[in-house]
């Protein structure tokens, strides 16, 4: 996919982070866009600042862990604009600790979120491009699903965010398979950022009511002041981000990495499962991050 202008893009977690920057850089290339997030107010602020530029723009508050609502995502996209070219699956949360101290609250939110809402994404909106690819062959599309460096590694404490984003590894990468099996005029990457200013590492300010938390422990407050100071010491920005996405997408690239330093510990991950070797310290070329770490939780 290579030309944007008037085409439409649809973009879940929109209200901040990688998706408002997406907005922004789509909007930039005259996109049409529909907006979603959780966060109604904060939309809404991030749609009028769209407006004023001229986009022609759609904001739907949206749970992006429930069917129906994504559902009516889609179907307003398809009322208002007719069809769907660019699907950002974006929206997501964090969530630390020790794997064993998540609560069932944890897990639901955060796989309700970082998986479901992908899952959600690409069962719903991937058979109407494919449906507008079958009506006009002149239709090309894309998908991105954002994942994370987190699901190619497995960094201690970080057990449910982990585990959320390496589904969505081989998700997006059997629907890339599953759309080249059928020649399908649709590409598909995969974003697996490291730590950019995005405020995730604040995401329990969503979190529903029904999914309540519970007293944090020693792990999960450590591992809550490690994301704060990860994410804000992120080297590149959000926007950053959003301009290498979309040269991806014009590209057909796959995989977009925002830094390759943190990839040797994929590497490491992969010589050891080919050796079948027990798995090596993530935090092998940092002991001073796991001393501080374990000191942290014998406190």
């Not at 998706?19 to 529909?34: C, E, N």
Request: charged fraction near 20%; charge should be negative.
């Amino acid at each position: 996919m290579n030309e944007f202008q008037g085409r439409v893009a649809v973009i879940t977690g929109a209200a901040s982070g990688f998706g408002k920057a997406f907005a922004q850089t789509g909007a930039r290339l005259g996109m049409h866009l529909v907006l979603a997030d959780i966060e109604a107010q904060a939309l809404e602020r991030v749609a009028q600042e769209l407006r004023q530029t001229g986009v022609e723009l759609l904001a739907v508050p949206c749970d992006v862990s429930k069917a129906d609502q994504m559902q009516t995502l889609a179907d307003a996209a398809m009322a208002r604009f007719g069809a769907v070219h660019l699907l950002f699956n974006n929206a997501g949360v964090g969530s630390g600790g020790l794997i064993w101290e998540n609560s069932a609250a944890d897990w639901d939110w955060v796989l309700g979120v970082n998986l479901s809402g992908v899952i959600h994404g690409v069962r719903i909106f991937t058979p109407l491009m494919l449906a507008a690819a079958k009506d006009n062959a002149a239709y090309r599309g894309h998908i991105v699903n954002t994942a994370s460096v987190a699901g190619l590694q497995n960094a201690p404490t970080m057990g449910i965010y982990n585990v959320s984003k390496h589904a969505v590894v081989s998700l997006t990468e059997t629907l890339y398979q599953d759309l080249q099996l059928i020649e399908a005029p649709i590409g598909v990457s995969l974003l697996c950022p490291f730590f950019v200013p995005t405020g995730i590492h604040a995401s329990a300010r969503n979190r529903p009511v029904d999914l309540p938390t519970t007293e944090p422990t020693v792990s999960q407050r450590t591992a809550q002041t490690f994301s704060e100071k990860a994410v804000a010491g992120g080297k590149i920005t959000a926007e950053q981000v959003a301009e290498q996405t979309f040269r991806a997408i014009r590209e057909g690239q796959f995989y977009i990495y925002t830094e390759q330093a943190p990839l040797e510990t994929a590497r490491h991950r992969m010589e050891d499962l080919l050796a079948a070797r027990n798995p090596r310290d993530p935090y092998e070329a940092m002991p001073h991050v796991r001393e501080l770490l374990r000191a942290r939780l014998k406190s």
